[in-house]
């Protein structure tokens, strides 16, 4: 079954520091580009992160550059977000997806397949 399974999640204070997993189950993360996105309450869904496919290069939103950090683990079929210096405008529900892209990863439609989502919760 191909399927994306975020966990991580969870609260914590304003400066903290969470790291997000998502196993990837049914096919392998290295064929595919693979994104964290997330989405607040009356917000649109934005591209947090991204590692193409060919080359491994990673993408960032400007928000969280510097402050993130996103990670494949092949041998494990897993992505990992670590998410450092966490800001209130963090607040989300966080979710991992896969596209057939080669390049570009960041806030592309071809993302099809999605994760569940994995709630974090950050307060002052």
């Known amino acids: 079954q191909v399927r994306l399974v975020e966990s991580g999640g969870g609260s914590v204070q304003v400066g903290g520091s969470l790291r997000l997993s998502c196993a990837a189950s049914?096919?392998?993360?290295?064929?595919?580009?693979m994104g964290w996105f997330r989405q607040a309450p009356g917000k649109e869904r934005e591209g947090v992160a991204c590692i193409s496919r060919l080359g491994g290069l990673t993408y960032y939103v400007d928000s969280v550059k510097g402050r993130f950090t996103i990670s494949g683990d092949n041998a494990e079929n897993m992505v990992y977000l670590q998410m450092n210096s966490l800001k209130l405008e963090d607040t989300a529900m966080y979710y991992c997806?896969?596209?057939?892209?080669?390049?570009?990863?960041?806030?592309?439609?071809?993302?099809?397949?999605w994760g569940q989502g994995t709630q974090v919760n950050v307060s002052s």
């Open positions: 049914g096919f392998t993360i290295s064929s595919k580009s």
């Open positions: 997806a896969a596209a057939p892209l080669t390049s570009s990863c960041l806030n592309r439609p071809e993302y099809r397949l």
